[in-house]
């Protein structure tokens, strides 16, 4: 048989039925979205953390019972941006898990993950062809406002979790510099002066992040250096007298104090 | 969504009819089960999609995966699967009735030989993988697999032509 490759080729190949392709892709979104709805709740110490990332899972089952499939792919995808169909519904979920972050743990975990989405919207949209100023400032707007929501958050935390919690946040706050880089680049090269003015305010944003602890730290470290300052100042007019007694009244003050 | 997840949906996309017919093919042209089959798989593989090297090719790593998960199901169920039950899914005699009979006469003669010979054809004709990508599944040389891929086929071709002369 001469033709035999060419017939063995011709062997019928079927296709998988849309509806096994439906369930197959509704699996996948769902172990998706376990995974992100898994990290929704960082503390995990924090045992209502964990209560609410029951009923956070809860909620979004509800959702996507409502919606199928769409909601877990709206939800979990970057590539769905502002005027696509699908962003009120991912915005909608979003709205539902901000609702039920209650704790200040929960928040942190919330608005970062947004925050972060928002800005990978924006470097999605900076890479396509046309100019999408207006969405790239306003997701560039939303990360600003879901950060110093993040910090206000922070600022409410005990001191130990704070300073887990920034030094979590210090290091997203390098990548977020780096997606503000990469946005920063393209719309320069489309010499689009408008976002380029709100990724320098974005960035400034981000370096200026102040917490709690930094500003307590802050605050310390200007009270000595006005201290040094001014006994910097005080040799400097040679009354070296007058800075011991200086200093030797602050002793005497700090002492009637411990006495009283 | 993360561009794991993002790489493993687009890669889900490009190979699921593949996988699909890998296990029809072995199933006994059973449709249902061949789709439970690839839905299994391709939920293994996102669970250890984050072991996958991405240096390497994803096609070999899903087939060794559904390779395995097949031998896991024959020692389950212990079943022996006949290749010639793809009558149901060749072209109608009006679309092309001289193919679906050579075709038909193919699958029969397959059907009769050897596993390993059988399962070398489908990997090449069914599952249009090169020698490599055999080699790959099977954990084998490549080689090898040229040697094996064009001694089955030379019997193939001897077994058509010893029953045409007859």
Same mark, same amino acid.
């Given at each position: 048989?001469?033709?035999?490759?060419?017939?063995?080729?011709?062997?019928?190949?079927?296709?998988?039925?849309?509806?096994?392709?439906?369930?197959?892709?509704?699996?996948?979104?769902?172990?998706?979205?376990?995974?992100?709805?898994?990290?929704?709740?960082?503390?995990?110490?924090?045992?209502?953390?964990?209560?609410?990332?029951?009923?956070?899972?809860?909620?979004?089952?509800?959702?996507?019972?409502?919606?199928?499939?769409?909601?877990?792919?709206?939800?979990?995808?970057?590539?769905?941006?502002?005027?696509?169909?699908?962003?009120?519904?991912?915005?909608?979920?979003?709205?539902?898990?901000?609702?039920?972050?209650?704790?200040?743990?929960?928040?942190?975990?919330?608005?970062?993950?947004?925050?972060?989405?928002?800005?990978?919207?924006?470097?999605?949209?900076?890479?396509?062809?046309?100019?999408?100023?207006?969405?790239?400032?306003?997701?560039?707007?939303?990360?600003?406002?879901?950060?110093?929501?993040?910090?206000?958050?922070?600022?409410?935390?005990?001191?130990?979790?704070?300073?887990?919690?920034?030094?979590?946040?210090?290091?997203?706050?390098?990548?977020?510099?780096?997606?503000?880089?990469?946005?920063?680049?393209?719309?320069?090269?489309?010499?689009?002066?408008?976002?380029?003015?709100?990724?320098?305010?974005?960035?400034?944003?981000?370096?200026?992040?102040?917490?709690?602890?930094?500003?307590?730290?802050?605050?310390?470290?200007?009270?000595?250096?006005?201290?040094?300052?001014?006994?910097?100042?005080?040799?400097?007019?040679?009354?070296?007298?007058?800075?011991?007694?200086?200093?030797?009244?602050?002793?005497?003050?700090?002492?009637?104090?411990?006495?009283? | 969504?993360?561009?794991?997840?993002?790489?493993?949906?687009?890669?889900?996309? =490009?190979?699921?009819?593949?996988?699909?017919? *890998?296990?029809?093919? &072995? %199933?006994?042209?059973?449709? $249902? /089960?061949? @789709?439970?089959?690839?839905?299994?798989?391709?939920?293994?593989?996102?669970?250890?999609?984050?072991?996958?090297?991405?240096?390497?090719?994803?096609?070999?790593?899903?087939?060794?995966?559904?390779?395995?998960?097949?031998?896991?199901?024959?020692?389950?169920?212990?079943?022996?699967?006949?290749?010639?039950?793809?009558?149901?899914?060749?072209?109608? =005699?009006?679309?092309?009735?001289?193919?679906? *009979?050579?075709?038909? &006469? %193919?699958?029969?003669?397959? $059907? /009769?030989? @050897?596993?390993?010979?059988?399962?070398?054809?489908?990997?090449?004709?069914?599952?249009?993988?090169?020698?490599?990508?055999?080699?790959?599944?099977?954990?084998?040389?490549?080689?090898?697999?040229?040697?094996?891929?064009?001694?089955?086929?030379?019997?193939?071709?001897?077994?058509?032509?010893?029953?045409?002369?007859?």
């Amino acid at each position: 048989m001469d033709n035999l490759e060419e017939i063995l080729s011709s062997l019928p190949k079927n296709k998988i039925s849309w509806q096994t392709d439906k369930k197959i892709k509704i699996k996948l979104y769902a172990l998706i979205l376990k995974k992100k709805i898994g990290g929704l709740f960082v503390y995990k110490n924090n045992a209502i953390g964990i209560s609410l990332s029951y009923k956070a899972a809860g909620i979004a089952l509800s959702i996507i019972l409502l919606f199928g499939a769409t909601s877990i792919y709206a939800y979990a995808n970057n590539d769905i941006l502002p005027g696509s169909q699908l962003y009120p519904l991912k915005k909608a979920i979003e709205k539902i898990e901000e609702k039920i972050a209650i704790t200040p743990a929960a928040k942190i975990s919330a608005y970062e993950k947004f925050s972060n989405r928002r800005l990978q919207e924006a470097v999605n949209l900076s890479e396509q062809k046309n100019k999408a100023t207006e969405n790239i400032k306003k997701n560039i707007e939303a990360e600003v406002e879901n950060n110093e929501a993040v910090t206000s958050s922070i600022n409410k935390l005990d001191e130990k979790k704070a300073e887990k919690a920034v030094y979590k946040i210090k290091k997203q706050d390098q990548d977020e510099l780096r997606s503000l880089e990469i946005i920063e680049a393209r719309a320069s090269a489309k010499n689009d002066q408008e976002v380029l003015e709100k990724v320098k305010e974005a960035k400034e944003n981000i370096k200026n992040r102040e917490y709690k602890q930094n500003k307590e730290e802050k605050k310390n470290k200007e009270n000595y250096k006005d201290a040094k300052d001014q006994e910097q100042q005080l040799m400097e007019s040679g009354s070296v007298d007058e800075v011991d007694k200086d200093k030797k009244s602050k002793k005497e003050d700090k002492e009637n104090k411990r006495k009283k | 969504m993360g561009k794991n997840e993002e790489s493993f949906l687009s890669y889900y996309n =490009q190979f699921k009819d593949k996988i699909y017919n *890998y296990f029809l093919y &072995r %199933v006994g042209f059973d449709k $249902s /089960l061949a @789709e439970d089959l690839s839905s299994e798989v391709f939920i293994k593989a996102f669970k250890s999609f984050e072991s996958f090297d991405k240096s390497k090719k994803f096609q070999s790593w899903i087939y060794v995966i559904a390779h395995n998960h097949l031998v896991n199901h024959y020692k389950i169920s212990n079943r022996i699967v006949p290749f010639d039950a793809a009558e149901n899914l060749l072209p109608s =005699q009006e679309n092309g009735g001289e193919i679906r *009979y050579e075709v038909a &006469r %193919v699958l029969k003669i397959i $059907s /009769l030989m @050897e596993e390993t010979d059988r399962e070398i054809l489908r990997l090449r004709f069914v599952d249009d993988l090169n020698n490599q990508e055999i080699a790959e599944v099977l954990d084998k040389e490549e080689g090898s697999v040229r040697t094996q891929l064009s001694r089955s086929l030379s019997k193939l071709r001897k077994i058509l032509d010893d029953k045409q002369e007859k």
